[in-house]
């Protein structure tokens, strides 16, 4: 137990290491006036493989992560920390998203955007796991109980539609309320699973999340005009302390008919995925829950 400890504090050691040392490069990157490059993407959309996979790719520009850019980042903020249902954001990350902010109102910035789709249930999941700890229950347990797993599958239930109905509403808020770009007006073939979207100062990459890693080179190098390193997979649910409550509640949890209804009905599914791809969806989304949702 003790080897055990101790070596979570290392890891965690090296962590906060890794997070200065990136930081400072950032700034410094900052200080040259490089062209910035956004992976702006949904949550649980795999955008922390993402931003990993090109931070580390040595692209001489700075490379930023985040969920929003609206003016009512502040907003939620404050509210996040006064109800705790959110981690809410660093300070460095608040700092980000001002920078950003201003860079994209200025409208002088050329950007690389990278924006990330996933299919609405098995984000939907995800995000509620991610968000575990105001549940009310205890997620960390490494051989949950039953009745922790059958109350963790009614919350599941209870919150479901709505993290369904965000996903559609973040590509407005935030990509075309911010960005004035609508992905939903823009072509996109689900057989080839990206597109490039070039509008203003931004050039903007859309990839399909199950196909990153096919994808992401030929998606992104024609952006970035540099060759891109390996995908540096992390943020994944099977390392997360709630990995063992995640994976026994998938495997009893089962979707109703509305909420599969609800996810086929959005505009996420209707234009990013094919005919064929939905109906392969909606049989997996009928026989239990999704094995995508691991992220």
């Known amino acids: 137990m003790g080897y055990r400890i101790q070596g979570e504090r290392v890891r965690r050691g090296a962590r906060v290491l890794r997070r200065h040392w990136s930081q400072a490069g950032l700034r410094a990157l900052e200080a040259l006036d490089r062209p910035p490059v956004v992976v702006y993407s949904w949550s649980k959309t795999g955008s922390t493989t993402a931003h990993e996979t090109l931070a580390r790719s040595r692209l001489w520009r700075p490379v930023y992560h985040v969920h929003s850019l609206d003016d009512g980042v502040e907003e939620r903020q404050a509210k996040h920390a006064s109800t705790g249902n ?162 026994a509640t998938l495997e009893v949890f089962r979707l109703s008919d509305d909420e599969i209804d609800q996810a086929l009905a959005t505009r996420v599914i209707g234009h990013f995925f094919s005919p064929a791809e939905r109906d392969a969806l909606a049989r997996s989304w009928r026989g239990g829950a999704p094995a995508a949702g691991s992220r």
């Open 86 to 247: 959110s981690l809410g954001l660093s300070p460095e990350e608040l700092r980000v998203v001002r920078r950003l902010r201003a860079q994209v109102q200025a409208g002088d910035t050329p950007m690389a955007v990278v924006t990330l789709v996933r299919d609405p249930i098995s984000r939907s999941i995800s995000s509620f796991f991610q968000r575990h700890y105001g549940s009310g229950i205890d997620m960390t347990a490494e051989h949950p109980s039953a009745a922790d797993i059958a109350a963790t599958i009614e919350q599941l239930h209870e919150r479901l539609p709505k993290f369904i109905l965000a996903t559609d509403v973040w590509f407005d808020r935030q990509l075309r309320g911010g960005l004035g770009v609508d992905l939903f007006a823009e072509p996109f073939d689900p057989e080839v699973g990206f597109a490039r979207v070039r509008h203003g100062a931004f050039d903007q990459a859309v990839i399909r999340t199950d196909r990153f890693d096919e994808l992401y080179r030929p998606a992104l190098e024609p952006i970035l005009g540099r060759r891109l390193g390996p995908v540096r997979r992390v943020n994944d649910a099977s390392s997360k302390r709630y990995r063992a409550h995640h994976r």
